[in-house]
C-alpha cells in the first residue's frame, strides 16, 4: 500500500463529563476505529449526532476538541505516527499537512483581520512559502472556488461577505498550504439548499484539481455521496459498514445504513380539501421598527382544519417572520388574520385567552423552550391548569394521557429534560402544545435540529396526531424533504414574498416558476452524478436563454 | 460610523454641562455660603450682609450658576477666597503636576497589567497565573496609604535610597522630578493593575472560546501567537474600558496618595481648600474631575467603536 496517506488503527476517544450532582467520569466516544485513506482520495464520514464524526475527524489533526482526548490506537499520516507528534512539530505538521473546514465559516474566520492574512497565515507562519506566493496561491484558489471578484475578495473582512461565500474562502484556507489531507466538517449543513450547490461543486471541484485527499463529515449521505470514492458510516462510535459510494447508496447491507438510505423517502399523501377553514391569513404586510422595507409583501393564505400548511423557504424569506404575525408577536401595518371565523387582534394584548389557547407553538430548539428546573410533569401540567383550570388527580390523569400520546409514556413524569434525548425533548413540546387542545398549531422547523431517523418518527406521530385530534399544522421549514413528508398545501416563499401557493400535488409539480425551479433541483439525490447532472442541465438551459 | 461618533461627543458634552449643575447646586445646599466662610462663625449680621452684597450672593441661583459656567466657557474659574489668588492659574499648576504623575504612573502600569494578563492566559490555572492574580489581588486589597507608607518606611527611612517626600519645584530637571515621584509612582501602580489585569485576562478567555481560536489552533500556531494575534484583537474594547476607567482614577484618586507623599499636585490642592471652605476652589476642582472622567469614558467608547471591524468597515 505505497499510497496510503492516512493509516488510523484501533482508534480510542473518551471524553471527561460532568453529569449534574454527581462526580465527573470519563466516558468512551469512539470505541477502536480503524480505516485508511489513500492519497488522492475522498473518504466520507457519515452518521448521526453523537456517532463520533468530527472527533474522528479531528484526530488526523492530533486534535480533540473540548476534554475530548485520544486515548488508544495510533494515527499514521505519511507514515508517521502523529499522536506522538510534540511542539513544534505538531504544529508544522497542523498547519502544512492536514488541515480543516468548519461547519460554521462565520465563526471560525476572525471577525478582526482581512480574509486574507487568515487565508495565507498558515504559510507564512511555517515558511512554506512566500508571503507573494501564498497571496498568488490564494487569488487562484479564490478563482477556482469562483468567489467573485477574486484578485480584491481577500482585502474584505468576514462580515463583508455572504455565508456561502465565507465557506468557500475557508476552503481556501485550508487548501493554501497545499495540505496532503483535507478535513471538512459539515462544510455546507448551515448553508441554505440553494447555496450549497454552488458551495459543493466548488470544493467537489477543488478537491479534483489540488489532488487533495479528503475526509468529508456529514450527516447527509445524499451530499456525502457526491463528493467522495468510500463512504464509512458510524453508529454510537463504532464503524458500522464500509464500503464504495455505490455500495453504501444502492446495496447496503447492514439494517441502520438501509434506514439511512431509506429516509426522508416518505411521501405523505395529501388530504382532500374540505372548505372548513381555520385560518386565513388576507394581504399581510410586515416590518421590523427600523428596517425600511417590508419583510413580508401582501401574503395571503388559508388553512383547512386537520391539514397541514407548510411554508418553505431559505433564511431571509419571510417565513419565521409570518409565524410572528400570527402569533401576534409583530403586529402587521396592513391585512388582516382570521381564526376559527373571527377576526384577531393584531397584536399579542388584544387577545382572549380563548385565542392564546386555540394557537400553539412548537419551536426549532425544544432545550431552550422548556425550564430546565421543571419535571416534565410540571412542563405539561402547566396549560392544563392555565386554560382549564385542572388540578390534582384529574390533572395527572390528563398529564399521562398525553404522555401517552406521544409514545414516552407515565415513566417520564417525574424526569427532568436534560435527562431525555433531543427527541424526547421535541415530544414533550409537542404534549405541552397539545394539552391547550388548540385547533392550530404553529411548528417552526421543529424537525432541523433533529437527526434524520429521530426527525422521522417526530414527522410520523404529528401525522397520527393530527388524525386523532383534527388539529391543523402551519409547519415552518427549509427541508424540502419534510414538506414532502407532512404537507396537504405548501406555500413557497422568497424574499418575503409568495411565489407559489396551493396543493402540494400542484405546487411540486410542473409546470414551476424559475425560483421553484432552482429551489427543488437544488435538493441533493441519493443517487451518484446527481451533482454533475444537475450542473450540466443548468448550463444547457442558461445557454438556451 | 462618523455619526456615532459624534454622537459620542454630543453625549459627553451634555454629560459635563450635567456635572456642572450637579456641583453648583450641590454645593449651594448646603449650609453657610462663601460670605460666611470668609468671615468666620463670629461674623455679625451686618458684616455678612455687606459681603454678600459685595460678592453678588443675593440674586438668585440660576443666574449665578450662568455666570459662573460662562466664566468656566471663557477659561476663568474665579479668585479663590481665603487667598484671592486666581483659581485658572493656580490649577492650571497643580493640574499639570497630577497629569505628569499620572502619566507615568499609567506609562508603567497599563502595558505591565496587559502583559501580565496576557501572561495569565497563556499559563491559565497553571502557577503563573495564580500568583500574578495572588499579588495583584493582595496589592489592592491593602489600603493605598498604607502600602505608601509601607514603600516609604522600607525605601526611604529603612534603606535611604529615595527622598521620603515627593516634593518638586520650579527648576527641577525631568530626571530630577522623575526620581521624586518613584515612590507614588509606585503605589498609583500597585492600585490599578489588578483590575486592569484581570480583565485582560478575562477578556481574552472569553475570546479564547470561539470557533476562530480553534482554527487559529489547528493552522498550527503557538499559544501566545493564538492570544497576541487573535484572541488580543478581538478584546480591545472591553479592555479599553476598563483602563480608561483606571487612567480615569489616576487622575482623580491621586487625592490620598499625593497627601501621603505631600507631592503639589490638585489632590493636595483640593484638600487644602475643602478645609477652609473655599467654594470656588471646590467648584472648579470638581468640574475638572468630572470632566476628567467623562473624557476618558468618552475616549473608551470611541476607541471601541473604531475597534469593531464591523462598524469600521460597513458592508
Same mark, same amino acid.
Given at each position: 500500500m505505497a499510497d496510503t496517506l492516512v493509516d488510523v488503527r484501533g482508534l480510542k476517544i473518551g471524553a471527561r463529563i460532568f453529569p449534574p450532582g454527581e462526580k465527573p467520569k470519563d466516558i468512551e466516544i469512539v470505541h477502536g476505529v480503524d480505516f485508511t485513506v489513500e492519497k488522492g482520495k475522498v473518504l466520507g464520514l457519515i452518521g448521526e449526532s453523537g456517532a463520533g464524526k468530527s472527533t474522528i475527524g479531528l484526530s488526523t489533526l492530533a486534535y480533540g476538541r473540548g476534554g475530548v482526548e485520544l486515548t488508544g490506537g495510533e494515527v499514521f499520516v505519511n507514515g508517521r505516527d502523529i499522536l506522538n507528534l510534540k511542539g513544534g512539530d505538531l504544529r508544522t505538521f497542523r498547519g502544512h499537512e492536514v488541515t480543516y473546514v468548519s461547519q460554521s465559516a462565520a465563526a471560525s474566520?476572525?471577525?478582526? *483581520?482581512?480574509i486574507m492574512a487568515q487565508v495565507t497565515e498558515a504559510c507564512t507562519k511555517h515558511n512554506l512559502c512566500s508571503k507573494e506566493e501564498a497571496e498568488a496561491r490564494a487569488v487562484t484558489l479564490f478563482t477556482k472556488l469562483g468567489l467573485p471578484d477574486p484578485e480584491n475578495i481577500g482585502n474584505r473582512y468576514p462580515h463583508q461577505v455572504s455565508g456561502g461565500q465565507l465557506q468557500r474562502c475557508m476552503t481556501a484556507l485550508a487548501l493554501c498550504p497545499q495540505p496532503d489531507l483535507v478535513i471538512f466538517d459539515e462544510p455546507t449543513t448551515a448553508l441554505d439548499v440553494t447555496t450549497q450547490i454552488d458551495v459543493l461543486a466548488a470544493i467537489k471541484e477543488a478537491i479534483r484539481d489540488t489532488g487533495v485527499a479528503a475526509l468529508y463529515i456529514t450527516h447527509d449521505l445524499a451530499v456525502v455521496a457526491q463528493v467522495s470514492d468510500h463512504i464509512m458510516v458510524l453508529q454510537h462510535g463504532r464503524m458500522v459498514e464500509y464500503g464504495t459510494v455505490d455500495h453504501i447508496i444502492n446495496t447496503p447491507s447492514e439494517p441502520y445504513t438501509q434506514a439511512l438510505v431509506s429516509v426522508r423517502s416518505n411521501i405523505h399523501e395529501e388530504k382532500p380539501e374540505t372548505g372548513d377553514v381555520v385560518l386565513k391569513v388576507d394581504g399581510i404586510s410586515a416590518r421590523y421598527s427600523g428596517l425600511k422595507f417590508d419583510v413580508l409583501k401582501d401574503v395571503s393564505v388559508e388553512l383547512e382544519a386537520g391539514h397541514t400548511l407548510a411554508v418553505v423557504g431559505e433564511s431571509g424569506s419571510g417565513k419565521s417572520t409570518l409565524a410572528r404575525v400570527i402569533t401576534g408577536l409583530l403586529p402587521p401595518h396592513t391585512g388582516s388574520i382570521e381564526f376559527g371565523g373571527r377576526t384577531l387582534s393584531a397584536d399579542l394584548a388584544g387577545r382572549t385567552k380563548e385565542d392564546l389557547r386555540e394557537l400553539q407553538m412548537i419551536y426549532q430548539m425544544a432545550d431552550v423552550a422548556m425550564n430546565p428546573r421543571q419535571t416534565i410533569g410540571t412542563i405539561i401540567g402547566r396549560p392544563l391548569e392555565f386554560y382549564f383550570g385542572l388540578k390534582g388527580a384529574e390533572k395527572h390523569k390528563r398529564i399521562v394521557e398525553l404522555l401517552d400520546e406521544i409514545e414516552m409514556g407515565e415513566g417520564f413524569i417525574d424526569r427532568y429534560p436534560a435527562e431525555l434525548s433531543g427527541g424526547q425533548k421535541q415530544r414533550v413540546c409537542i404534549a405541552r402544545a397539545l394539552a391547550a387542545k388548540p385547533k392550530l398549531i404553529i411548528c417552526d422547523e421543529v424537525t432541523s435540529a433533529l437527526d434524520p431517523l429521530v426527525a422521522e418518527d417526530i414527522l410520523k406521530l404529528l401525522l397520527n396526531l393530527q388524525k386523532i385530534e383534527n388539529v391543523s399544522y402551519l409547519f415552518i421549514t427549509h427541508d424540502l424533504a419534510t414538506v414532502k413528508a407532512i404537507a396537504d398545501s405548501i406555500a413557497v416563499m422568497y424574499q418575503g414574498e409568495l411565489v407559489r401557493y396551493g396543493p402540494k400535488s400542484k405546487v411540486l409539480n410542473p409546470p414551476f416558476d424559475d425560483y421553484t425551479d432552482l429551489l427543488l433541483s437544488s435538493v441533493p439525490e441519493m443517487k451518484l452524478g446527481w451533482l454533475e447532472e444537475v450542473l450540466a442541465h443548468r448550463k444547457m438551459e442558461s445557454a438556451g436563454n | 460610523m462618523i455619526k456615532l461618533v459624534i454622537q459620542r461627543l454630543a453625549l459627553g458634552c451634555l454629560l459635563l454641562l450635567a456635572a456642572s449643575a450637579l456641583i453648583f447646586f450641590g454645593i449651594e445646599i448646603l449650609p453657610g455660603d462663601a460670605a460666611q466662610a470668609v468671615l468666620g462663625r463670629s461674623a455679625t449680621a451686618e458684616a455678612l450682609a455687606n459681603l454678600r452684597a459685595e460678592m453678588g450672593l443675593g440674586r438668585p441661583a440660576i443666574v449665578r450658576y450662568f455666570e459662573w459656567l460662562g466664566g468656566v466657557v471663557r477659561g476663568d474659574l474665579g479668585v479663590a477666597l481665603t487667598n484671592g489668588v486666581d483659581i485658572t492659574s493656580a490649577l492650571a499648576d497643580r493640574f499639570s503636576k497630577t497629569l505628569f504623575l499620572a502619566f507615568w504612573a499609567a506609562l508603567i502600569s497599563v502595558p505591565l497589567a496587559i502583559f501580565l494578563g496576557l501572561l495569565a492566559v497563556r499559563f491559565r490555572d497553571r502557577w503563573p497565573d495564580k500568583m500574578i492574580s495572588a499579588i495583584t489581588l493582595t496589592l489592592i486589597s491593602v489600603p493605598e496609604f498604607i502600602v505608601g507608607y509601607v514603600i516609604m518606611f522600607f525605601?526611604?527611612? *529603612?534603606?535611604?535610597?529615595?527622598?521620603p517626600l515627593s516634593i518638586v519645584t520650579a527648576n527641577m530637571g525631568v530626571f530630577e522630578r522623575l526620581e521624586a515621584i518613584l515612590l507614588p509612582v509606585l503605589v498609583l501602580t500597585f492600585v490599578v493593575l489588578a483590575q486592569m489585569m484581570r480583565m485582560t485576562r478575562a477578556a481574552i478567555l472569553n475570546v479564547m472560546e470561539s470557533a476562530y481560536i480553534e482554527t487559529a489552533e489547528l493552522k498550527g500556531l503557538s499559544r501566545f501567537e493564538i492570544i497576541a494575534r487573535h484572541a488580543f484583537p478581538n478584546s480591545i474594547a472591553p479592555v479599553v474600558n476598563v483602563v480608561m476607567l483606571n487612567m480615569a482614577y489616576l487622575i482623580v484618586g491621586v487625592v490620598v496618595v499625593e497627601v501621603v507623599f505631600n507631592y503639589p499636585g490638585m489632590g493636595q490642592y483640593l484638600v487644602d481648600h475643602v478645609t477652609k471652605r473655599d467654594v470656588p476652589v471646590v467648584q472648579a476642582a470638581g468640574l475638572i474631575f468630572a470632566a476628567v472622567y467623562i473624557l476618558f469614558n468618552m475616549f473608551a467608547d470611541i476607541i471601541s467603536i473604531l475597534a469593531n471591524p464591523r462598524l469600521r468597515h460597513p458592508k
Open positions: 474566520f476572525n471577525p478582526a *483581520k482581512k | 525605601v526611604a527611612v *529603612k534603606w535611604q535610597l529615595l527622598n
